[in-house]
T-cell receptor, first 112, second 110 residues
Framework: SQTIHQWPATLVQPVGSPLSLECTVE??????LYWYRQAAGRGLQLLFY??????ISSEVPQNLSASRPQDRQFILSSKKLLLSDSGFYLC???????????FGAGTRLSVL | AQSVTQLGSHVSVSEGALVLLRCNYS??????LFWYVQYPNQGLQLLLK??????LVKGINGFEAEFKKSETSFHLTKPSAHMSDAAEYFC????????FGAGTILRVKS
């Protein structure tokens, strides 16, 4: 069966520090991968998605970037965090050509 | 383009009472519709999905939803609420991409 892992679960970082969140999927190949941010009362905002290695689409211009160095690995990064980057970050995957997305457990990021 | 409106950011019901969470959507293409549930500090879990087969869709944990094209609605129901149903629920529509509603927090009173 397929599983998705995100880490860390919780992260507290100072303003101006770098960020790296990692997401990996097991049990499938060539998945579509997604990064979302969730702010209280505002639902989920799609940040990035990827349909293959090195292929990244950005939905919202911002302080963050994403990379997909391997087929089942998706990384969310920032060079310098802002206070407004605080939130709950969720990684998700779907099979190529299918609409159902499956989510990781999320990372709670607090920028202080 | 797609959009989702969830009516009511907070819903409170008594244990054993009917749960009704409302979702209206708009989509320029025939939609796929989903309900997800999120427990505190966890990811989203798929409850059920509508993919143009039966209009009444049954999901996990006793939930079901009915697709009504004329009303552009996909409301989520459960006949009898349990304490364990307390969570946040998200409606989502997939036309050319997946778009989520703002979520409804369900509180179940004992």
């Amino acid at each position: 069966s397929q599983t998705i892992h995100q880490w860390p679960a919780t992260l507290v970082q100072p303003v101006g520090s770098p960020l790296s969140l990692e997401c990996t999927v097991e049990g499938t190949s060539n998945p579509n991968l997604y990064w979302y941010r969730q702010a209280a009362g505002r639902g989920l905002q799609l940040l990035f998605y990827s349909v293959g290695i090195g292929q990244i689409s950005s939905e919202v211009p911002q302080n963050l970037s994403a990379s997909r160095p391997q087929d089942r690995q998706f990384i969310l990064s920032s060079k310098k965090l802002l206070l407004s980057d605080s939130g709950f970050y969720l990684c998700a995957w779907s099979s190529n050509g299918r609409n159902i997305q499956y989510f990781g457990a999320g990372t709670r990021l607090s920028v202080l | 383009a797609q959009s989702v409106t969830q009516l009511g950011s907070h819903v409170s019901v008594s244990e054993g009472a009917l749960v009704l969470l409302r979702c209206n959507y708009s989509s320029s293409v025939p939609p796929y519709l989903f309900w997800y549930v999120q427990y505190p500090n966890q990811g989203l879990q798929l409850l059920l999905k509508y993919t143009s087969a039966a209009t009444l869709v049954k999901g996990i944990n006793g939930f079901e939803a009915e697709f009504k094209k004329s009303e552009t609605s996909f409301h989520l129901t459960k006949p009898s609420a349990h304490m364990s149903d307390a969570a946040e629920y998200f409606c989502a529509v997939h036309g050319n991409k997946l778009v989520f509603g703002a979520g409804t927090i369900l509180r179940v009173k004992s």
